[in-house]
C-alpha cells in the first residue's frame, strides 16, 4: 500500500520535472536559455484550467501547451531577433507569472488565491492496480526518447546541434541561425506549457497563485545535471520525484523523526540532485554559443 | 376612519423604528483582502459579521474591497480621514502592514484587524482565534470515526512549522486522546489511534500536501486534518482521489477542512472544518468599539465565545448565500455542493459527532481544557504524554 503510493508517486512527481528539462534540454543545445521555465509552468497551468473548463481536457492541454509555445516565442524573438539579454527576459516571464495568476484567479472566478478544478473537466487517469495514473507519465517519457531522436539521429538535431556549438559555421553551411534557435524556444516553450497544464488539471486539480512552487527552477537544474540529455533527465525527474516524496513519506514516522529531523528529511531531494550534479556526472559540457546571442560577421 | 387609525399605526411605527436606529447609531467599515466578496472564505466571513451588526446592532456598513495588496493602505487612509465610522475592520493578516501605518497616523480612529496582530497601538484591537480548542474538536471526530470505522490512523498535514501550527498540532492530538480514551471507557475496551502529522514545509505546494496525505493513507489514515493553507488543497485531492479509485462517491477517507467552511471543496470527503469565526471577530469588535469596552491589543476569540467552531450544514449555506449574493455562484451549483456536503456528513459515525459536540460542551464549560503548544520543545512533550 505504502510502497505503491511511493512509486505511483514518484512517477507523478517527475511528469513536470522531465518534461520542462526536455524541453530546455533541446532550446539549450540549440544555444538559447530560458529560465523563464517557472513562469510558462505557472501562467499555462492557467490557461489550462480556463481552457479545460471552456472544452473539456484534451483542449486543456492544448491550451497549456499552445501558452507555453506562444511564450517561448516571444522569449526567442526578444533574444534571437532584437539580440535581448536571455536572462533578463527569462527572469521577465517569471515576475510575469506570478502577477499575471494572482490577478487572473480573482478576475476569471472572483476568488483570490486559489480555484478547484471540477472532476469532469480534468485529464482522465488510467486505473492500474496500484491505483491511478496520469497518461502524461506515459506522455512525458515518450517525449524525452523522442526529443533525444530528434537531436541525435535526425538532419534538424544535427542542425540544432550545430547552431549551439559553432553558429557562424552553420550559417556559412547554409542553416538559418535564427529559425533553428526558434524552433528551440518555442519547443521548450511548449513542453513546459504542457508540463504547467499537467499540474493543474490532472495532477493537482487546482490552481493556485504559485502551483509550480520552484518546478520550473528544478527542471533547470535537471537540464544541468543531465549534461544536456533528454534520456537522463527521466531518471533526473525519476531521482527528484522518488526523494521527494520519500521525504514525506518518512517525515510521516515518530520513529525515524526522532533520530533524524524532518528538516533534514526534506532537505533529501535536494541534496541528492547536488550529490549527483557533482559527483556522479561530473563537469557537464555545455554548447559553446550557449546564451549568446548569434551576430552575423 | 378604519384608514386613518391605520394610518396612525404605521407612523408610530415609523417613528418607533426611526427613534430605534437612531438609539443604536454607529458606523461600520470593513476593508477585505484581496479577492473581496464571494471568495467563500475569510472575506465572505466578514461581510456575515457586518450583516449580523447591521440587523442586531443597527450599524450601517460600509464594505470596501481591494484589488490589490497595495490599495489596503489608500483604502484604510481614505476612510480613517472620513471620521465617521466607529470601527474600521481589516479582513486578513495581509491588512497588518497597512493597518499599523495608518493606525498611527489616526490614533482617534479605533480599527480591528482579524487574524493578524497590530502590536503597540492602542487603538488597534487584534482577534486571533482559540485554533487549538477548534482542532481538538476535529481530533475528536477523526479518532471516533476511525474507532468505529475499526481503523486505528488519523493523520494532520501542516505547512511551516511556526508556532500557531504546533497549536493546531497539539489540539487535535489532545482532541483524539480525549476521544479514545472516552471511547475505552465507554466500551471496555484499550483501543488507540495513532496520530501521523507531517510539517510539509510550505503553504503554497498542494504537490506536498497531496504526497503527504498519500503516504498517511498508505499507512492506513482514514481521517486527515489538513492546516496547510494551499499546501491542503493537495490533501484533499488525495483524499477524493482515493476513495473514488475504491468506486466510492463518498468518504470514508475523509478530510477535515481549516480556517473557513471549507467543505464545499472536496463536496463528499470533507464533513467538516475548523472555522475560525471571522464574523464573529468583526461583530465583537463593532459591539466593543459602540458599548465603550473596546481595548487596544491582542484578543483571543475562545472557542466559548464563539470564536472557533465546527462548521456545521447551516454555515455552509449562509457562506454560500453570501457567495451568490456576490455573484461568484448560483443557487444550481450551492444545491449541488450541499448535497455532497450533506453525503459526507452522513458518512461520519454518529458516534463521532456527538464525541464532537460532547467535547464541544466540555470546553464551552471549562471541563476539558485544552493545552496550548507554542514551541517545540513543549509540542514535543505533549506528543509523548498525549500518546
Redesign the interface.
Known amino acids: 500500500m505504502l510502497i505503491s503510493s511511493l512509486i505511483l508517486g514518484s512517477l507523478h512527481a517527475m511528469v513536470p520535472i522531465t518534461m520542462t528539462a526536455t524541453g530546455e534540454i533541446l532550446s539549450e543545445r540549440a544555444g538559447l536559455v530560458n529560465i523563464g521555465l517557472e513562469g510558462i509552468l505557472l501562467i499555462s497551468a492557467f490557461t489550462a484550467v480556463v481552457g479545460a473548463e471552456a472544452y473539456g481536457p484534451l483542449a486543456g492541454l492544448l491550451v497549456g501547451l499552445l501558452t507555453g509555445a506562444f511564450i517561448g516565442l516571444i522569449h526567442g524573438i526578444i533574444a534571437i531577433y532584437f539580440r535581448g539579454d536571455q536572462t533578463i527576459s527569462g527572469v521577465g516571464i517569471n515576475v510575469l507569472g506570478a502577477g499575471l495568476v494572482a490577478f487572473g484567479l480573482v478576475w476569471q472566478w472572483g476568488q483570490a488565491g486559489f480555484h478547484q478544478v471540477p472532476r469532469a473537466v480534468r485529464v482522465p487517469a488510467i486505473s492500474t492496480p496500484w491505483g491511478p495514473l496520469s497518461p502524461m507519465v506515459i506522455v512525458a517519457l515518450v517525449l524525452a526518447v523522442l526529443t533525444w531522436y530528434l537531436m541525435n539521429r535526425t538532419n534538424l538535431g544535427l542542425k540544432l546541434r550545430a547552431v549551439g556549438e559553432n553558429p557562424a559555421a552553420a550559417d556559412a553551411a547554409g542553416v538559418s541561425v535564427e529559425k533553428v534557435r526558434l524552433f528551440g524556444a518555442v519547443f521548450a516553450g511548449a513542453l513546459a506549457g504542457l508540463a504547467g497544464a499537467f499540474l493543474s488539471i490532472d495532477w493537482l486539480a487546482t490552481i493556485t497563485k504559485n502551483l509550480s512552487a520552484g518546478r520550473g527552477f528544478i527542471a533547470l537544474a535537471t537540464v544541468v545535471f543531465s549534461g544536456l540529455n533528454p534520456l537522463l533527465a527521466i531518471v533526473g525527474g525519476l531521482i527528484f520525484g522518488f526523494f521527494n516524496s520519500l521525504a514525506l513519506v518518512a517525515s510521516t514516522s515518530r520513529e525515524l523523526t526522532r533520530v533524524i529531523p524532518y528538516q533534514f528529511l526534506q532537505m533529501l531531494p535536494y541534496v541528492v540532485t547536488l550529490l549527483v550534479v557533482a559527483g556522479v556526472i561530473g563537469r557537464v559540457r555545455f554548447p559553446r554559443a550557449s546564451g549568446q546571442p548569434y551576430r552575423r560577421e | 376612519m378604519r384608514r386613518s387609525s391605520l394610518m396612525v399605526a404605521v407612523l408610530l411605527l415609523a417613528l418607533l423604528a426611526g427613534s430605534l436606529s437612531a438609539a443604536a447609531q454607529g458606523s461600520l467599515a470593513i476593508v477585505f483582502?484581496?479577492?473581496?466578496r464571494?471568495?467563500?472564505?475569510f472575506n465572505d466571513m466578514g461581510a456575515l459579521g457586518g450583516d449580523r451588526a447591521q440587523r442586531e446592532l443597527g450599524v450601517t456598513v460600509r464594505e470596501v474591497e481591494s484589488?490589490?495588496t497595495a490599495d489596503f493602505l489608500p483604502n484604510l487612509r481614505a476612510l480613517a480621514r472620513t471620521r465617521q465610522y466607529d470601527l474600521i475592520a481589516g479582513i486578513g493578516f495581509l491588512l497588518q502592514d497597512a493597518m499599523a501605518q495608518v493606525a498611527a497616523e489616526f490614533p482617534n480612529q479605533k480599527f480591528a484587524i482579524m487574524d493578524g496582530l497590530v502590536e503597540g497601538l492602542p487603538n488597534v484591537m487584534s482577534v486571533s482565534f482559540a485554533d487549538h480548542e477548534g482542532s481538538a474538536l476535529m481530533g475528536a471526530l477523526a479518532a471516533t470515526t476511525a474507532l468505529e470505522l475499526g481503523a486505528d490512523t488519523v493523520?494532520i498535514v501542516l505547512g511551516i512549522e511556526i508556532p500557531i501550527l504546533l497549536r493546531f498540532e497539539i489540539g487535535y492530538r489532545a482532541g483524539v486522546k480525549w476521544a479514545v480514551d472516552r471511547w475505552n471507557e465507554m466500551h471496555g475496551t484499550n483501543e488507540s489511534v495513532k496520530v501521523?502529522?507531517?510539517?510539509?514545509?510550505?503553504f503554497?505546494?498542494?504537490?506536498?500536501g497531496?504526497?503527504?496525505a498519500?503516504?498517511?493513507?498508505?499507512?492506513?489514515a482514514v481521517v486527515i486534518y489538513q492546516v496547510a493553507g494551499?499546501t491542503g488543497?493537495?490533501v484533499f485531492?488525495a483524499v477524493e482521489?482515493?476513495a473514488r479509485?475504491q468506486g466510492k462517491e463518498v468518504g470514508p477517507p475523509f478530510a477535515i477542512g481549516v480556517d473557513s467552511a471549507q467543505d464545499y471543496?472536496?463536496p463528499g470527503f470533507i464533513p467538516v472544518s475548523m472555522m475560525k469565526r471571522i464574523d464573529t471577530g468583526v461583530f465583537t469588535a463593532i459591539s466593543r468599539a459602540l458599548d465603550g469596552t473596546f481595548e487596544g491589543g491582542a484578543t483571543l476569540l475562545t472557542l466559548a465565545e464563539g470564536g472557533v467552531s465546527a462548521s456545521t450544514l447551516e454555515d455552509n449555506i449562509e457562506m454560500m448565500n453570501a457567495a451568490i449574493e456576490?455573484?461568484?455562484l448560483t443557487e444550481a451549483e450551492r444545491d449541488e455542493l450541499l448535497a455532497g456536503i450533506q453525503r459526507a456528513r452522513e458518512a461520519v459515525p454518529a458516534s463521532a459527532w456527538e464525541a464532537l459536540y460532547t467535547l464541544d460542551h466540555l470546553i464551552r464549560t471549562g471541563e476539558f481544557v485544552v493545552p496550548q503548544a507554542l514551541d517545540a520543545e513543549t509540542a514535543e512533550f505533549y506528543?509523548e504524554i498525549l500518546q
Open positions: 483582502d484581496v479577492g473581496g464571494g471568495d467563500l472564505s484589488a490589490t493523520g501521523l502529522h507531517v510539517y510539509t514545509g510550505a503554497d505546494d498542494p504537490a506536498r497531496k504526497t503527504a498519500e503516504a498517511m493513507l498508505g499507512q492506513g494551499a488543497l493537495g485531492e482521489e482515493f479509485a471543496i472536496a456576490a455573484g461568484t506528543r
